[in-house]
């Protein structure tokens, strides 16, 4: 007779699942990130908004109209073509000049470097305020007329800084074996710089271009003091506040922050590290 022997009954431990430091900073994490994107998506929300008044601040109900007569407004339409304009002008200027500076300073230690870095720190660390006024003083003594060509100059100031400030970054990183061994290989400084560095630092250069660009067609303060009479689109916006903002001004900030989002995904899809095929 054999005897059989019963396992012990097993004792289902639960296992309670304490609120620690990760979930604590996924919670901080997407409080963060439902602060930034909020006004975004009221701003969205309200351009499918059908006010029945001047007014677009409270949810009258839903309508596609502003989209199709997303160009009715002549003046709104100008003011958007003239920033684009302008912001486009900006970031091509100060990204040819921007990138100039940031290479040298990246690469080269020559007299002056010092002196350089604390102007732009000193550019992008100061007021707009009284960066408006400074430009406003002298454009106002040389005699030159506000308008267009103004706001672009002083876009480009203010943007330099921040284009020579990417590219620096990014060239202080660069692998100075791989130019060498294209001087190695015969060669000359063009060649090396045009075939081997430039692609290498394009992606800093398209990222400075790109904030140069955001930061010419969002500014309004220094705008405000080198325009003259000419009205931008963050000028026009400023003073259809006083009598109420057009939804088309929430289907334009839309359009273009989509604009933006897209740009950002093709950039990011296209600067990932193509997987070897097996």
């Known amino acids: ?41 009221v701003m969205i ?30 003046d709104l339409t100008s003011a958007l073509i003239l920033s684009l304009v302008i912001a486009v002008a900006a970031s091509i200027i100060s990204t040819a000049l921007g990138t100039g500076i940031g290479y040298a300073l990246g690469r080269y230690k020559f007299r002056g470097s010092g002196g350089m870095n604390l ?3 000193a550019t992008m660390s100061s ?22 060509i103004t706001i672009t100059i002083a876009h ?9 400030t990417v590219v620096r970054a990014r060239v202080l990183t660069l692998d100075r074996s791989i130019e060498e061994a294209a001087a190695d290989l015969g060669a000359n400084a063009w060649t090396t710089f045009w075939k081997v560095t430039f692609p290498i630092i394009l992606p800093a250069v398209f990222s400075g271009f790109m904030l140069a660009f955001a930061l010419s067609v969002d500014d309004f303060v220094v705008t405000n003091f080198t325009a003259g009479t000419s009205i931008t689109f963050p000028l026009w916006i400023w003073g259809a506040t006083r009598v109420g903002l057009p939804p088309q001004v929430n289907v334009m900030g839309t359009l273009i922050f989509a604009a933006g989002v897209l740009i950002a995904v093709l ?9 070897n095929a097996a």
Do not use: C
């Not at 601040?57 to 109209?65: A, H, M, P, R, Y």
């Not at 007021?127 to 267009?148: H, K, N, Q, Y």
């Not at 480009?156 to 020579?164: E, H, L, P, R, T």
């Open 1 to 41: 007779m054999t005897a059989t022997l019963e396992a012990p009954p097993t004792r289902t431990v639960k296992v309670r699942r304490r609120f620690g430091g990760v979930q604590l900073m996924h919670v901080y994490t997407w409080l963060i990130v439902l602060w930034l994107v909020l006004p975004i998506f």
């Open 45 to 74: 929300l309200f351009g499918f908004n059908d006010p029945s008044g001047r007014y677009n601040q409270t949810w009258q109900g839903f309508t596609l109209k502003w989209y199709r007569e997303l160009f009715a407004l002549d």
């Open 119 to 121: 102007i732009m720190f």
């Open 127 to 148: 007021p707009e305020l009284v960066m408006g006024a400074s430009l406003l003083t002298l454009f106002v003594s040389l005699g030159i007329g506000l308008g267009p």
């Open 156 to 164: 480009v100031m203010f943007s330099i800084s921040f284009v020579a």
């Open 267 to 275: 950039t990011n899809l296209k600067s990932r590290p193509k997987k």
